[in-house]
């Protein structure tokens, strides 16, 4: 089964730059790579997703190295409000495609002025 | 506002009941994915429906069940509640068959207390 690792909290301040990475061994083939925001009492909210190599939307990038068995979530310039948890999800596909979805338990990224 | 609802918001009960969560997804989206996150075990995955049959299974007790109706809401079915099963749940839709390929919009949540 995959499973996904990711640091348990992170501090940085209003205009840097954050990297976040989550390791996943045993990613299949076809696993396709997830980061997700959540604010406290709301559910996740997509922020990017990506296979190979890397990845950029209007909020973030996301690095994914050739052998896939990690990603790491860079977020520029970070401000107050991007104080939240963020989940790193892969498909755990495996050799019996059973769909089963894995999410890493989290990062807590603390934004101070 | 991600489109999907959840009712209720929500949930009081007592060891030993049976309550039913629902949740109702984006116009549009087929399939349907349910998620237990707890304090101590985080966002677990549950279940995922696509148009009405059972797509994936993950860390669901027995005591758990779901469906998804024709009209492509879908129920949470928790029985014989333990003390352990407090927890936020969670459903999300998305438009395709498999849950790590599309991105998912999660609901609001249904906050569950077992006293």
């Known amino acids: 089964l995959a499973k996904t690792t990711q640091p348990i909290s992170m501090d940085s301040y209003e205009g840097q730059e954050v990297n976040i990475t989550c390791s996943h061994n045993?990613?299949?083939?076809?696993?396709?790579i997830t980061w997700y925001q959540q604010f406290p009492s709301q559910g996740p909210r997509f922020i990017i997703q990506g296979y190979k190599t890397k990845v950029t939307n209007e909020v973030a990038s996301l690095f994914i190295p050739a052998d896939r068995k990690s990603s790491t979530l860079s977020l520029p310039r970070v401000s107050l409000s991007d104080t939240a948890v963020y989940y790193c999800?892969?498909?755990?596909?495996?050799?019996?495609?059973?769909?089963?979805?894995?999410f890493g338990q989290g990062t807590t990224l603390q934004v101070k002025p | 506002d991600s489109g999907v609802t959840q009712t209720p918001k929500h949930l009081i009960t007592a060891t030993g009941q049976r309550v039913t969560l629902r949740c109702s997804p984006r116009s549009g989206d087929l399939s349907v994915y349910w998620y237990q996150q707890s304090l101590d075990q985080g966002l677990q995955f549950l279940i995922q429906y696509y148009n009405g049959e059972e797509r994936a299974k993950g860390n669901i007790l027995e005591r758990f069940s779901a469906q998804q109706f024709p009209d492509l809401h879908s129920e949470l079915n928790l029985s014989s509640l333990e003390l352990g099963d407090s927890a936020l749940y969670f459903c999300?839709?998305?438009?395709?068959?498999?849950?790590?390929?599309?991105?998912?919009?999660f609901g609001p949540g249904t906050r569950l207390t077992v006293l």
């Open positions: 999300a839709s998305s438009g395709g068959l498999a849950g790590v390929d599309n991105e998912q919009f």
């Open positions: 045993n990613i299949a083939t076809n696993d396709y």
């Open positions: 999800l892969v498909g755990d596909r495996g050799s019996s495609n059973t769909g089963k979805l894995i």
